[in-house]
């Protein structure tokens, strides 16, 4: 399974940007994905989760009503639309995939996902 984002950048205060993240050999269209990001000198955080079998996502608070999680499993995707984009916005983003479904909690910890992306760059200025 190799999970790869892009679509990271550099955008203004107020700009937008979407986040992909491609799945390749990851077939689940059951299971949990989701999106965490790292600020410099800061822990990694959950941002959202999407929880296909229970139909639902998740936002960490601070990005509620700003981002949208959604997946086209046609393309085996993940994406991550980012709109009124602040500077405390600015990390590394990293898309997750889970092994198997997942609950609602446990799809905001890092140990439930056992694949990883390498991460993009968003920075907010």
């Known amino acids: 399974v190799q999970l790869v984002e892009s679509g990271g950048g550099s955008v203004q205060a107020g700009g937008s940007l979407r986040l992909s993240c491609a799945a390749s050999?990851?077939?689940?269209?059951?299971?949990?994905m989701g999106w965490f990001r790292q600020a410099p000198g800061k822990e990694r955080e959950i941002v959202a989760a999407?929880?296909?079998?229970?139909?639902?996502?998740h936002y960490v608070d601070s990005v509620k009503g700003r981002f949208t999680i959604s997946k086209d499993n046609a393309k085996s995707t993940l994406y991550l639309q980012m709109n009124d984009l602040k500077p405390e916005d600015t990390a590394e983003y990293y898309c997750?995939?889970?092994?198997?479904?997942?609950?609602?909690?446990?799809?905001?910890?890092?140990?439930?996902?056992?694949?990883w992306g390498q991460g993009t760059q968003v920075t907010v200025s």
């Open positions: 997750a995939a889970s092994v198997a479904p997942c609950t609602e909690l446990g799809g905001m910890r890092q140990g439930t996902y056992s694949y």
């Open positions: 050999g990851y077939t689940s269209t059951t299971n949990c």
């Open positions: 999407t929880y296909a079998a229970l139909n639902r996502t």
